[in-house]
């Protein structure tokens, strides 16, 4: 009985989220799911190497989309290439992870933790033979390593780590949407980066601005064209401004950046948002 024993103060605590949901314009929701900024880490085996140049970011943007923003702050090339357990074909990019390397492994080892951002796909070799692989940027491998050793420690070739998945942290950078240089007026297609938190999205939703003829407008479903790029192909002219609301895959979170595509929005153009998940 215990276990379904909810407080009146729970309850009201409930409520008054949900009121304010609705009548706040960043319309933050934080759905009573996993927390990643709240949850006990959990480690497990994992293998790892590098790709790129030693102090580089791997790949300029890799499978996920992000392109040279994986070099700058604040992703800052600590990223990696994922094998296919943990990629699932993109659904993944953003998530956020910590990985780390002992002694009892690499005598270089500092056994901290690095805070990686999935950016990129590891289609083949140990990425495929092994369970869960990490293919990190030079930067990140060599994070891993005690100071003044990241060479030594680079030189391992394929490295045994812990992994957890864990929250995100841009340090309150909003997020940010990069619209696809394919996009017109009929087809709007955008890159969603920094994503605070839980880090990856399970949905991603486009309302238009209402027209003179119609009183409402409803929420279109967009696809998820390839890593962190979503699509809509409506067929039809669309009406900005936009507003886009967006799911965590985790947590389930919905959060709304409300009319954050503007009137006159350009393909390419990268708009900024107000709002993000912590």
């Known amino acids: 009985m215990a276990l379904f024993a909810i407080s009146h103060s729970v309850i009201l605590s409930h409520v008054l989220i949900a009121l304010v949901c609705f ?27 590098w790709y790129g140049s030693p102090d580089g970011a791997g790949s300029d943007g890799g499978s996920c989309g992000y392109g040279n923003a994986v070099s700058q702050a604040p992703f800052s090339s600590l990223v990696t290439g994922i094998g296919p357990s943990l990629y699932k074909s993109g659904k993944e990019c953003g998530a956020c992870y910590q990985v780390k390397c002992t002694k009892k492994v690499h005598p270089s080892c500092s056994g901290k933790g690095v805070r990686v951002v999935i950016t990129d796909f590891c289609p083949g070799g140990p990425c495929v033979s092994q369970s869960a692989h990490f293919d990190l940027s030079g930067t990140a491998f060599g994070s891993m390593a005690i100071p003044g050793h990241e060479h030594k420690l680079r030189d391992a070739g394929v490295l045994q780590i812990r992994y957890a998945r864990v929250a995100c942290d841009y340090s309150r950078k909003n997020i940010v949407f990069h619209v696809d240089q394919g996009s017109n007026p009929e087809y709007f297609a955008v890159v969603i980066e920094f994503e605070e938190g839980d880090g990856d999205l399970a949905k991603v939703e486009l ?7 119609s009183s ?12 962190a790029v979503w699509k809509l192909d409506a067929g039809s002219e669309l009406r900005p401004p936009f507003s886009i609301r967006l799911t965590s895959q985790y947590s389930h979170q919905i959060l709304v950046a409300k009319n954050v595509i503007p009137t006159g929005w350009q393909p390419g153009a990268t708009y900024r948002s107000l709002v993000n998940y912590l």
């Open 216 to 227: 409402t407008t409803k929420w279109r479903k967009m696809q998820q064209s390839w890593g």
């Open 23 to 49: 009548t706040n314009p960043c319309f933050s929701f934080r759905a009573k799911h996993f927390n990643l900024t709240t949850s006990a880490i959990h480690w497990s085996s994992a293998g790892a190497t």
């Open 207 to 213: 309302k238009e601005t209402k027209s003179s003829s």
